[in-house]
């Protein structure tokens, strides 16, 4: 028994010396903090063109993607309008060719900013709906401003 007893405690000792030459035997304590930093707008009016015509939009509480599902967004509510992506929730209905409207709940993203005359333009959109959907959307619609 001492033969296994003996290394055991070599070890421990050698812990305990490594342990004391480690900082003086104060304690001390690290504290992290997280900032989290609001994105903030850019400076201007930041417009959404309408998918059909380009006519620009402000915060559009409706928004229709023409072609293919023919999808109407409804009641949207915004949130980082004029930062980088923005985000409104409401609801979406769907009106396929055999005449039933289906309505969801939803999202509608606007995204890729680009100034143009002084402005912000999002050159990108995108229909968020449930996977029952008939149609889903799987790329954003290409938005263009008045500089394209």
Request: positive net charge; aromatic residues 6%; charged residues 15%.
């Amino acid at each position: 028994m001492s033969k296994r007893l003996l290394p055991a405690l070599l070890a421990a000792l050698a812990l305990a010396v490594v342990l004391a030459s480690c900082g003086g035997g104060g304690s001390s304590t690290i504290t992290e903090k997280t900032v989290m930093r609001k994105a903030r707008s850019a400076p201007g009016k930041t417009y959404l063109p309408d998918a059909a015509t380009g006519r620009p939009l402000v915060k559009p509480t409706t928004y229709h993607f023409p072609g293919d599902g023919d999808l109407t967004a409804q009641g949207l509510r915004w949130h980082a309008w004029g930062e980088a992506k923005a985000t409104a929730f409401g609801t979406i209905a769907e009106h396929p060719a055999n005449g039933l409207v289906d309505t969801f709940a939803g999202s509608v993203t606007a995204s890729a900013p680009r100034t143009c005359n002084g402005a912000r333009y999002y050159t990108e959109v995108m229909a968020h709906l449930p996977q029952q959907a008939d149609y889903v959307p799987t790329e954003p619609t290409k938005l263009s401003t008045p500089c394209d």
